[in-house]
């Protein structure tokens, strides 16, 4: 493992061990972990160091491109997708970055009435919160995208104001303007344990070394349970692939499309450069740290697309990529403090929906570390949840 150094196209000074000391260590360098030491920093607080264990963004935030949206089922998610996708909007001025946000909406196929019903419940939620999401037909989705099949087709739920942007660009803007402000970045290092006394954590160790800390800030991912139990805190996260392939280039082009999804299948395709993306959540995929991408796993969108978008099934694509989702037993977040060690705050457990929440939990987690009342509610997604019996609804595991 090589040596730790500053991110690299920030203005911080390289150096070959980690600091002794610092205010609030932050432990991965992903979306989640880059967005929180932004916030942080934009709020004053200077002594802070992110520890990633390879290159920043690397882990689940590497993938090509990320969903932005607020079309959940539940209040406390629709805002905070909300949101991050203001957020999103505005990145170009805060912090200062493209990120290639392209708002082309996302489009929910829908092929039975339960299903529709549901979504219909969810619209109305939604409305309620300012996102003009609405139900249409299957002549209007097929409209929007017109590789979608009518066949079997009930309806659609369609979000105008959603998309998709780049996580990558995402994770170097937060970066970037966190390293202006003074945050140290410290990649290529890993953590090998975490010392406690009493309920505080007193001390993170890397393998360059240890660090003194006030507060330690819980972003590793799908790696979040064993930093969690490196401090005693039980964090239900498990490690589980997701694949994607890409098409040959296109000609002539693909139209503009939504970033479309049926339901029932979790197939999920839309542009990308030159030609298309597809996605699905294999249902039989084991837990694992397995990163390999198979040719067989791409047989499994061939034959969901043969029913809901046929011209799909043949194209021909130039390989793929796989990477982990960080998976919780209700598919929704951790965010929060831990109640047994009070310095130890996490966010993790996104379960897919990490990218298009980090804006908003960046902000929740400043304020958490601040001891200042989070801009939104999040006490419902403490991990305690689990052992108190108190689960939320499980969302949709789809991008």
């Not at 920030?10 to 600091?19: D, G, I």
């Not at 957020?87 to 392209?102: C, E, N, T, V």
């Not at 303007?177 to 003074?182: F, Q």
Request: hydrophobic content about 40%; charged content about 15%; proline content about 7%.
């Amino acid at each position: 493992m090589s040596s730790s150094s500053a991110f690299r196209s920030s203005p911080s000074p390289s150096f070959r061990t980690v600091p002794p000391t610092a205010d609030v260590v932050i432990i991965g360098g992903g979306v989640m972990g880059t967005s929180t030491a932004f916030h942080l920093a934009e709020a004053g607080v200077r002594n802070i160091v992110v520890v990633e264990r390879g290159d920043l963004g690397r882990g689940s935030s590497g993938k090509p491109i990320g969903g932005v949206r607020a079309q959940f089922s539940d209040p406390l998610n629709i805002e905070l997708g909300n949101r991050s996708l203001r957020a999103y909007q505005d990145f170009p001025h805060r912090p200062g970055a493209d990120i290639r946000l392209d708002t082309v909406g996302y489009l929910f196929l829908l092929t039975t009435e339960q299903q529709a019903a549901e979504f219909e419940n969810s619209i109305r939620v939604q409305n309620g919160l300012g996102v003009p999401s609405r139900m249409i037909g299957p002549r209007e989705a097929h409209e929007l995208c017109p590789y979608v099949s009518t066949d079997g087709l009930v309806a659609a739920a369609h979000s105008p104001a959603d998309g998709h942007a780049r996580p990558a660009l995402v994770v170097q803007g937060y970066a970037r303007a966190a390293a202006r402000s003074g945050v140290t970045f410290a990649t290529h290092t890993a953590v090998t344990g975490i010392d406690t006394l009493g309920d505080r954590v007193t001390a993170v160790h890397t393998d360059h070394g240890a660090i003194t800390c006030a507060t330690v800030v819980c972003a590793a991912g799908a790696w979040s349970a064993g930093i969690g139990d490196m401090a005693g805190v039980h964090l239900p996260v498990r490690p589980v692939r997701r694949q994607l392939a890409f098409t040959a280039p296109l000609s002539p082009p693909a139209p503009r499309i939504p970033f479309t999804i049926d339901f029932s299948s979790t197939a999920y395709f839309h542009n990308s450069d030159d030609g298309l993306l597809f996605g699905l959540a294999d249902p039989g995929q084991a837990d694992g740290f397995d990163t390999t991408w198979t040719l067989e796993w791409l047989e499994l969108f061939r034959e969901a697309a043969r029913h809901r978008a046929p011209a799909l099934a043949d194209m021909e694509t130039n390989g793929g990529w796989a990477g982990l989702y960080e998976v919780t037993p209700d598919h929704n977040a951790l965010i929060g403090r831990s109640g047994e060690v009070g310095n130890f705050l996490y966010a993790t457990g996104f379960s897919g929906h990490g990218f298009l929440q980090a804006p908003a939990v960046g902000e929740i987690v400043r304020d958490l570390c601040l001891n200042r009342t989070p801009c939104v509610d999040v006490s419902p997604l403490g991990a305690d949840r689990f052992t108190a019996g108190a689960q939320i609804r499980p969302e949709a595991h789809v991008v």
